[in-house]
């Protein structure tokens, strides 16, 4: 089972480059969350998608964007890279918005901003 | 403002048992979630604790006492691919997971 899958799954990047990293899931889950992770910090939400068509803003959202055309794709994108976007990306999905449902989450795309 | 604490890292030895603590301050209560990260490894899930009192699940188990803000997450009969980290998460009246920076668990033979 295939779960959810993270594209690319590590990228160096020169700051002011645009980047989209890519997240698809087979799941058939509705609510679909971007997270990054970084060292001696929880992760902390970006953007997330309550269902198809619609999305909101999470606690670090800025210089950020996504997109939700299906049920199954959630991509990310930066429209131009910075250091401090440097980090490690997850992309996460669960059955419902308001839930208490766990999150299954992407192995992650390691991304240098240099 | 919202924080979960919890320490930063923990050694403990092969078939023993340790506690791992989480304390938190929130806008409200959904629920607390423990999840286990491997180094370079996704999250995933092992516990949800909504209610005051333990939930065990085989070797981990987890407890809740809201009143006081905190809970602990046990891991009896250690084994090496238990170290890892352990994530401690809470959901907020407005139903977003605010995590913990994580507990490094480290087992030694």
């Known amino acids: 089972t295939a779960g959810i899958t993270q594209a690319p799954t590590s990228q160096i990047l020169a700051a002011g480059r645009r980047m989209t990293l890519r997240c698809t899931q087979d799941?058939?889950?509705?609510?679909m969350y971007w997270y990054r992770q970084d060292l001696g910090l929880g992760l902390r939400l970006i953007h997330y998608?309550?269902?198809?068509?619609?999305?909101g803003k999470g606690e670090v959202p800025d210089g950020y964007s996504v997109s939700r055309a299906n049920t199954d794709d959630f991509p990310l994108t930066l429209a131009s890279a910075v250091p401090s976007q440097t980090s490690v990306y997850f992309c996460a999905s669960s059955d419902g918005t308001g839930n208490t449902g766990e999150l299954f989450f992407g192995e992650g795309s390691r991304l240098t901003v240099l | 403002g919202q924080n979960i604490d919890q320490p930063t890292e923990m050694t403990a030895t092969e078939g023993a048992i340790v506690q791992i603590n989480c304390t938190y301050q929130?806008?409200?209560?959904?629920?607390l979630f423990w999840y286990q990260q491997h180094a370079g490894e996704a999250p995933t899930f092992l516990s949800y604790?909504?209610l005051d009192g333990l939930e065990e699940k085989g070797r981990f188990s987890s407890f809740l006492s809201r009143s006081k803000g905190y809970s602990y997450l046990l891991l009896k009969e250690l084994q090496m691919k238990d170290s890892a980290s352990y994530l401690c998460a809470v959901m907020d009246s407005n139903y977003q997971l605010i995590w913990g920076a994580g507990t490094k668990l480290i087992i030694k033979p």
């Open positions: 929130t806008s409200g209560f959904n629920g």
């Open positions: 799941m058939r889950h509705n609510a």
């Open positions: 604790n909504v």
């Open positions: 998608s309550n269902t198809a068509g619609t999305t």
